[in-house]
């Protein structure tokens, strides 16, 4: 990643040719915090100055202190040096030990052994004193969702990319684990400068703002940071509140709130309660009345919010089981997990047991509450979840706007299945449920993987769900369909509405046995001819990645001197690539080149055929060994390359603000590295720098195999029964 310089401005505002270039960034900082640049607060008469490196944990903890001290927080927020702890609670269990944190004093713990804690340490400093930043302070640890604030101390030794690289990444690792920040701040100190970089969920922009330490406005960014680090204003979801239980091991749970019964989906517009929430403090007015006056100055009657209050439910006791894509779609799911008593509080029909809220496009053809309405509207669809709730609420991303599902199933990711035998059993009720919404609802997942297929686990786990609350119900009446047998009932041509850029939904597969064959269906339009044999190949791709990336407990060598399947399955899944190599024969020729009568251009031929085969293969190896062989709950490391930094677009157009700014970062993006969906007949050369080892997923049908795997070159061609050509020596493609 390069370094980014600081742009000229181009879509006018604040910034002036020949002017003050910290005050002009200041202002800048000031109007995207949504703060008053001359709110005395942000320069106060005495404390810190914030002029090194050095000194600056012990300034920040004295104007912390001194902010709190005014009465207008209730917490003292901690600033300390954490570069020897690693922060536990992330949600992606992600180990990284960030320079500094600042988060509030009743969220550090010590997390020694009750022996060691027995030790004397020093004394509490006195009120007047900041908090200890030394190594015998006791309370040196602090779980990811209580952290408000991750920093880099720069080192001589790293370059400035690497330093602003590694500020970024806490600052995407913060947003992550802070599912109810709708922004954060990261901070980076070097010995000359200060930069503190803004980052907003859900958008491409990162802006770094940088304070020399000899200026004249980097105390005042300073405060302004440790202002907006109290009291958050409009970058915290008022609909989302974090509790923290500190009994035993610390933990953190959400609380979610959904419309009640009077509240109609997407017509409440909760931009006032979040100013508010954010906000500010309460005075009274003219007769008595109670107004509310948020951070930007602006009045509301309280009464009419607490109406608005009124009329929403929190929902408790959640906790935060995934998170990705900060600068994108933001997804987080939460999972009811109660501590006392269930949760007897119910939205709609009934309590979610599962929260999914994410970021999205507001312009999308079809979104998924609108595609799960449509499943379900005249009965229960098998093997796909149910809406309990939803909401679409304004975001403050231009373009963008936020979804909230609560699901009424969970299931268990595809990749904790243990056994063969139950993947393959999940994998035929998938192909079956994909038929089931092609045929009765016209629907087309067109992004069926391993990681959008959960299942129900058999009774008696912790995740399993009766019948009655899960999808695993029958539809009336079951509507599959077999291509394969004899046109026995006539059928109506039908439209198919295909999902486009919209997220995929959630299936869970059903625990009965295969719903039994209905009329076929040999009437489709044009464009849905091959949207179902495209599923059938998204299908057939999850089930070689299901078995490369789990590895048996007692895993042996890999040998290529074997097909390249065959060498990527561990020693004692190798019997699994015939069936893989079964299914891929049904896809080496498109459908198109079919003639109409041939039945082989039926859209739900592969689907037919691949459950066959899925059928017969277990029918045949039910008993065998393999099949019941566990994987290991240690995943294969899979290759990654970076991809190449771009700079982001200068315009703030992506944020709800009328100016851009010039300070700009590049967001990290890491990516696998993969065959192109085109393969040329011939071996092709793909470089991957610094790389020893690589795995290649296919993406086309047949079978590959590997040649060689140097240190820059990885040469890869379609299996063939001639001679396997000769590599020369040199490392460069051969073209014969």
């Not at 949504?34 to 100055?49: I, K, S």
């Not at 509490?124 to 015998?136: M, R, V, W």
């Not at 509140?241 to 989906?265: L, Q, R, W």
């Not at 970062?665 to 790389?691: D, G, N, Q």
């Amino acid at each position: 990643m390069q370094e980014l310089a600081v742009h000229p401005q181009t879509d006018g505002g604040p910034l002036l040719e020949g002017g003050d270039v910290e005050a002009n960034r200041f202002q800048d900082l000031c109007r995207v915090l949504e703060l008053d640049t001359e709110n005395p607060d942000l320069n106060p008469q005495v404390g810190p100055q914030f002029k090194s490196q050095r000194a600056f944990l012990n300034d920040a903890n004295t104007a912390s202190r001194e902010m709190r001290n005014q009465g207008r927080f209730p917490f003292l927020l901690v600033f300390k040096d954490t570069q020897h702890f690693f922060p536990h609670g992330h949600v992606s269990d992600t180990k990284a030990n960030p320079d500094f944190i600042a988060a509030f004093e009743e969220h550090w713990y010590d997390a020694r052994s009750e022996e060691a804690k027995n030790q004397p340490t020093t004394a509490t400093p006195a009120a007047d004193q900041p908090a200890p930043t030394t190594e015998t302070d006791s309370k040196k640890h602090v779980i990811w969702p209580c952290i408000r604030l991750a920093g880099e101390n720069a080192s001589k030794s790293d370059t400035k990319p690497g330093q602003v690289q590694h500020a970024t990444t806490y600052l995407d690792l913060l947003l992550l684990s802070r599912a109810d920040f709708r922004g954060g701040f990261g901070l980076r100190l070097t010995e000359t400068h200060m930069s503190i970089i803004v980052a907003i969920g859900g958008s491409q922009l990162v802006i770094n703002f940088s304070f020399s330490w000899t200026g004249a406005y980097v105390r005042r960014a300073a405060y302004a940071l440790v202002y907006r680090l109290y009291d958050p204003g409009r970058w915290l979801d008022p609909e989302i509140k974090m509790v923290y239980h500190k009994a035993g091991k610390p933990f953190c749970t959400y609380n979610i709130s959904f419309p009640g019964e009077g509240e109609s989906d997407g017509q409440t517009d909760t931009g006032a309660g979040a100013d508010a929430a954010g906000g500010g403090v309460s005075a009274r007015g003219q007769k008595g009345r109670i107004r509310a006056v948020t951070h930007d100055g602006r009045e509301r009657d309280a009464k009419q919010e607490q109406q608005t209050a009124r009329m929403r439910v929190f929902l408790s006791d959640y906790s935060c089981l995934h998170g990705s894509c900060t600068f994108g779609t933001r997804t987080h799911v939460f999972v009811h997990q109660p501590l006392k008593s269930p949760n007897d509080v119910k939205v709609g029909r009934r309590a979610p047991r599962v929260v999914k809220i994410q970021l999205c496009r507001d312009n999308l053809r079809f979104d998924e509450i609108d595609i799960l309405n449509n499943i379900h509207r005249d009965g229960k669809i098998p093997g796909v979840v149910r809406l309990a709730c939803h909401e679409r609420l304004p975001s403050i991303v231009a373009g963008r706007e936020q979804f909230r599902l609560g699901l009424e199933q969970r299931g268990s990711p595809f990749m904790s299945i243990k056994t063969p035998r139950q993947m393959l059993m999940v994998a035929y009720d998938a192909l079956e449920i994909t038929r089931i919404l092609h045929n009765e609802r016209n629907v087309i997942h067109r992004d069926v993987s391993k990681g959008n297929i959960l299942f129900v686990p058999p009774p008696g786990t912790p995740d399993f769900t009766s019948p009655a609350e899960t999808s695993s119900g029958r539809s009336d009446p079951p509507p599959a369909c077999s291509p394969v047998e004899p046109d026995e009932y006539p059928s109506s041509p039908s439209t198919v509405d295909t999902q486009g850029d919209s997220q995929p939904a959630k299936m869970s597969s059903h625990n009965s046995d295969p719903l039994p064959a209905g009329p076929p269906v040999n009437e489709y339009p044009p464009p849905s001819t091959g949207a179902t044999y495209e599923t059938a190949q998204e299908e057939l791709c999850s089930r070689p990645g299901a078995s490369v990336d789990a590895m048996e407990e007692e895993s042996a060598k890999q040998d290529e001197k074997y097909c390249f399947i065959a060498a990527l399955l561990g020693h004692s899944y190798r019997p699994l690539s015939l069936l893989i190599s079964d299914m891929g024969r049904h896809l080496t020729v498109d459908p198109y080149w079919f003639s109409d009568d041939d039945p082989r251009s039926n859209p739900q031929y592969v689907h037919e055929c691949f459950q066959r085969t899925i059928f017969n293969f277990l029918i045949n190896n039910f008993d065998e060994p393999f099949m019941v062989c566990k994987t290991s709950d240690t995943s294969r490391t899979v290759f990654t390359v970076p991809k190449e930094s771009t700079t982001p677009s200068l315009s703030m157009s992506t944020l709800n603000s009328e100016f851009a700014l010039p300070y700009l970062l590049p967001v990290p993006e890491v990516c696998h590295r993969t065959i192109p969906s085109k393969v040329p007949p011939y071996p092709a050369t793909f470089t991957i720098p610094r790389a020893r080892s690589a795995r290649v997923n296919a993406d086309e049908a047949g079978v590959f195999r590997l040649y060689k795997v140097s240190r820059v070159r990885l040469i890869v061609s379609l299996q063939r029964p001639a001679k396997r050509a000769r590599i020369p020596d040199s490392g460069t493609s051969n073209n014969q």
